[in-house]
């Protein structure tokens, strides 16, 4: 299965808001709300930040925010702050009961 | 709260059999599925497969040949086996919990594949 398509950077300013766009097929974005993100830190784990699609873990501050339309998933985060300066990888279950991530996008805080 | 923690040779060669463990601390590793995911250098994610503790399993298509996942719930424990391992193979592993989201992960384990 081919990966998800992310953009490889996105930037914004303190305060801002920024949307990282996944863009998978009819075969798993398009057909299943079981679209995942996760913060990555360098050196660090994943960190969960949104499941099926718009759901928040507990923790996860309200800033984050993820929607889907179509065959495309979309991260959003506001009020931009330096801490949110990461990596951000989204996931989508598939058609063939597997689960496939995207390339991964790399946010700069100005 | 519950905690992943791998373990394992750091170094593997080229066709041998890469061998990780994850131990579950704090819960039980009873009901929830366990994942596996890899991380080559400065590259994206790639799931591996997952676990329930039942034992069913699922696994990458493109690792399924050549890959067992297993599960000790008495050590509340799961396992990695990746077979005939090339320098591809290179990666941090993780392990977490849950499917198809994963939450939460170990810290990762830098596992090199070279002779």
């Known amino acids: 299965q081919s990966a998800l398509t992310q953009p490889a950077s996105v930037s914004g300013s303190p305060g801002q808001s920024i949307t990282i766009s996944c863009t998978g097929t009819?075969?798993?974005?398009?057909?299943?709300?079981?679209v995942s993100w996760y913060q990555q830190h360098p050196g660090k784990a994943p960190k969960l930040m949104i499941y099926e699609v718009s759901s928040r873990p507990s923790g996860v501050s309200n800033r984050f925010s993820g929607s889907k339309s179509g065959i495309t998933a979309s991260l959003t985060i506001s009020g931009l702050q330096p801490e949110d300066e990461a990596d951000y990888y989204c996931s989508s279950y598939t058609s063939i009961s597997t689960l496939v991530f995207g390339g991964g996008t790399k946010l700069t805080v100005l | 709260q519950v905690q992943l923690q791998e373990s394992g040779p750091g170094l593997v060669k080229p066709s041998e059999t890469l061998s990780l463990t994850c131990t579950v601390s704090g819960g039980s590793i009873s009901s929830y599925f366990w994942t596996w995911i890899r991380q080559s250098p400065g590259k994206g994610l790639e799931w591996i497969g997952y676990?329930?503790?039942?034992?069913?399993?699922n696994y990458n298509p493109s690792l399924k040949s050549r890959l067992t996942i297993s599960v000790d719930t008495s050590k509340n424990q799961f396992s990695l086996r990746l077979r005939s391992v090339t320098a591809a193979d290179t990666a941090v592993y993780y392990c977490?919990?849950?499917?198809?989201?994963?939450?939460?992960w170990g810290q990762g384990t830098l596992v090199t594949v070279s002779s």
């Open positions: 676990i329930y503790y039942s034992g069913t399993t």
């Open positions: 009819s075969s798993d974005v398009g057909d299943y709300d079981y």
């Open positions: 977490a919990r849950d499917w198809p989201w994963f939450n939460p």
